[in-house]
Each structure stands twice: as structure tokens, then as C-alpha cells.
């Protein structure tokens, strides 16, 4: 099984880059991941939010594959402790044939389309954080479901 990140926009800022690209280069120890940017909509003045989050759903789509199984990270979804995130991850490496699809919307979320086509929602926090934290969150905690199923010292509780 092979982990992707699909995301909307590009990260500006060098940090988030690095840090994100620290945490999938531990993470390719343990299983394949690949993320996948999606370039931002352009002109999104003379697009409705509702408009926008078509387009790039979109695009999002085009991102999928048969056989893929699509979570969403959107703040309506399930909560998880790390420990519980792990146990989530073990059981979709065993269940998810080909590519477990974590996906990120745009500033405004996912459109209906995006909605009905997710397998699950997920939820890293109830607090707001910006697309590009998000990546980072999201690789540091993948990183560290790896070492709490491999029993490695990295989580401590």
C-alpha cells in the first residue's frame, strides 16, 4: 500500500518545506508516500467560494485512481490521539489495497462532489491551522504513527 498527500496551493514558506520534507524522508523507511500539489486556481476574484471549491475538486479528482481510497483532513472529521492514529494507519495497511489518499482542500474546503467521494474524514485538530502547518502536521504525525507501530522511541506517553 502506498500513502499519498493530495493538496491545493503550494507552500511559500522555505520552512514548511523542509520540515515537511524531513518528515517524509523518515516516513520512506517505513512505506511508500508521495504527495501531490495541486497549483492554485487563478482568478479566483471572479469565482464564487462555491466555484472555487468546484474547481478545484476538479482537480482533485483527476488526482484519483481506481482503487484509491479518499480521506479527507477537514475539521468535521474524526478525532484521533497519535496512539489512536497509529491503530487507524495498521488497519488501513492491511485493509487499502492500493493507496490510502489523504487530501487537503483549498481555503474554502471540499465541494459536495469531493464530499460524496471520500471514503472518510479525518480531523488533526479543532483548531484552525493554515493549508501549509497542515502538511507538516500531517507528515509528523504519519512519521509518528510509523515508530509507534514499529515500537520505535520517538512517541512517548
Do not use: C
Not at 475539521?75 to 487499502?96: C, L, N, P, R, W
Not at 489523504?102 to 479543532?126: D, V
Request: glycine share 6%; charged share 25%.
Amino acid at each position: 500500500m502506498k500513502i499519498v498527500l493530495i493538496a491545493i496551493g503550494k507552500t511559500d514558506a522555505s520552512y514548511f518545506t523542509e520540515a515537511f520534507r524531513e518528515y517524509t524522508g523518515r516516513l520512506a523507511h517505513y512505506l511508500p508516500f508521495e504527495a501531490v500539489w495541486i497549483p492554485d486556481i487563478r482568478n479566483v476574484k471572479n469565482l464564487s467560494e462555491a466555484q472555487q471549491k468546484e474547481k478545484e475538486g476538479e482537480l482533485i479528482l483527476k488526482q484519483l485512481q481506481p482503487g484509491d481510497y479518499p480521506v479527507l483532513l477537514d475539521d468535521k472529521g474524526k478525532e484521533f490521539t497519535s496512539m489512536q492514529f497509529a491503530a487507524y494507519i495498521e488497519k488501513k495497511i492491511h485493509t487499502v489495497a492500493k493507496r490510502l489518499v489523504f487530501i487537503i482542500g483549498g481555503p474554502y474546503g471540499f465541494s459536495e462532489k469531493i464530499y460524496s467521494t471520500a471514503s472518510e474524514k479525518i480531523s488533526l485538530s479543532k483548531m484552525t491551522f493554515s493549508h501549509q502547518m497542515i502538511r507538516v502536521i500531517f507528515a509528523e504525525q504519519l512519521y509518528r504513527a510509523m515508530t509507534i507501530l514499529n515500537n520505535e522511541p520517538y512517541h512517548h506517553e
